[in-house]
């Protein structure tokens, strides 16, 4: 649908627009509500907002209304209307989503935009997330006319009185975007009231699958894979100093990768441990893809330092991109950093020294999207991007995705220090207290009452909590009991 007027210096118009066609549709109710005065422009099709202007530019006033026509276009190169019309009206005012739900649901012939009272809500929400991810609640509506209503989708702007509450925020919880919101693993209780009505949904927050380990570059001698056999070259001044890699930012000083390290994963997790110079502008730490044309279409790259003052992780196929900007620029500092990117969940987040910098929900590209061709350390894919300055005193490309505490374990252990199932146990009275690191997150604590490796050994049921950097549970004192991690 659009609007237009007939202004001297050309014609301005506004425009709704649905890609679905409705060509071949039977009983389609179409509803077109042009709102200038309170800011919108909407278009619904069987009683659901399909399309919306929250910015029109023209008023009703503005339109030449000489010619009115239903089946004809004003421009004679258009065609004509093929099909049938049941009813058509013309309201003074704007409907809202609600009336229009309601006129939908009654049909031609029987005008009706009373809902009824509201009679309940239900909340509709997946009871399960992987830590770290976002969904979008829906709120159907039940009034005495119209059942089934979905506030959340056929919503403007917001939905005035619909309000959330969580039992456990830090399970889950409501971001500034209207996202559900999925934190450290555990379950919580959302809760959604409006006018008066209540509907709840037990949410259960598990860990992502367990990262594996690819690639570890610890430049203790040389640029060596430690895990894999992806080892690098050094190039130009590029050097080995004290257990790091040394790059000076002159032109040519880096280290060249095999290509294809993330383009045959799902989801990848680099963390690096850097000390930042002065940078010029684009700079890489990691640039992982190709230059099709120069115009950069494949690749998955970090810098500390843009060209308007600020580090990015991005990602830019043919499939599109995802820039994840964070001010300042990173220069003159030492600092642990983990990018994390999870098309599966839409997840991609950077941490600073073990903290969640910033994160965004929407991200699906694909790493099968991202060209094998190259892997540069320390040098852009661009050839006029500035080399980086400064030192990497480890880098780690894991399968997956590591979780918060994973992150901050490793910031915690620092470089040169893979975090291993290290099981502490103390007696406490007529208890004992077990604890490991958050690290491995991804192990379950077993018990057995005899030291055999062909003996049963059962996942101990007892409650664990986070106490600092590690887990900690604790058991009664049964007798002799062993425990082991296991993966």
């Known amino acids: 649908m659009s609007i237009s007027d007939a202004d001297p210096g050309g014609n301005h118009a506004d425009s709704v627009a649905w890609a679905t066609p409705l060509d071949n549709l039977t009983n389609v109710h179409v509803a077109a509500v042009f709102n200038p005065l309170a800011g919108y422009h909407a278009l619904y099709v069987d009683g659901n907002l399909v399309g919306r202007n929250l910015d029109p530019a023209i008023t009703l006033a503005g339109v030449k209304d000489t010619l009115n026509w239903i089946g004809r276009s004003l421009y004679a190169a258009d065609p004509y209307f093929n ?75 917001g939905i005035p009185g619909l309000t959330y509450a969580f039992s456990d925020p830090e399970v889950a919880f409501l971001d500034a975007d209207g996202f559900v919101r999925s934190g450290r693993p555990g379950s919580a209780t ?143 500092r030492s600092l642990h950093m983990a990018c994390v990117y999870d098309p599966n969940q839409g997840f991609q987040a950077v941490y600073t020294n073990g903290v969640l910098e910033r994160a965004v929900y929407n991200a699906r590209i694909p790493l099968s999207t991202v060209a094998v061709d190259l892997s540069y350390l320390g040098r852009s894919l661009f050839s006029a991007d500035g080399y980086l300055k400064g030192s990497l005193d480890e880098l780690r490309i894991y399968e997956g995705r590591l979780t918060r505490d994973q992150v901050f374990a490793h910031y915690q252990s620092g470089p040169d220090q893979l975090a291993r199932p290290e099981l502490t146990i103390t007696r406490n009275g007529e208890a004992v207290i077990l604890s490991w690191p958050l690290d491995v997150a991804d192990f379950t604590l077993v018990a057995s009452p005899v030291l055999d490796a062909n003996a049963p050994w059962n996942p101990v049921a007892a409650p664990v909590i986070r106490e600092n950097t590690r887990f900690q549970t604790t058991v009664p004192l049964l007798g002799t009991r062993y425990y082991q991690l296991r993966k």
């Open 190 to 332: 959302v809760t959604a009231t409006y006018q008066g009505q209540t509907s709840s949904v037990v949410i259960t927050v598990v860990p992502p699958p367990a990262a594996v380990l690819r690639h570890r570059y610890s430049f203790t001698e040389n640029a060596n894979d430690s895990v894999s056999s992806a080892h690098g070259a050094l190039q130009g001044s590029a050097r080995i100093s004290a257990g790091k890699l040394v790059l000076d930012g002159s032109a040519g000083t880096y280290v060249e990768l095999p290509g294809g390290l993330v383009s045959s994963l799902g989801s990848v997790t680099i963390e690096f441990w850097a000390d930042f110079g002065p940078q010029p502008n684009w700079p890489r730490v990691f640039d992982f893809g190709s230059v099709a044309g120069n115009d950069g279409v494949n690749f998955l790259f970090f810098t500390p330092k843009t060209h308007f003052g600020a580090h990015r992780f991005g990602i830019a196929t043919g499939a599109g991109y995802s820039d994840l900007d964070s001010a300042p620029a990173l220069e003159n």
């Open 83 to 157: 099909g049938s019309v049941d009813e058509f009206r013309i309201y003074q005012g704007a409907l809202s989503s609600l009336e229009i739900g309601v006129s939908h649901a009654f049909g031609p012939s029987t005008p009706q935009q009373n809902p009824g009272a509201l009679q309940s809500i239900s909340l509709q929400l997946s009871p399960t997330m992987i830590a770290d991810s976002g969904q979008v609640p829906i709120v159907f509506a039940t009034y005495a006319n119209l059942t089934h209503f979905n506030l959340s989708a056929n919503s403007l702007a």
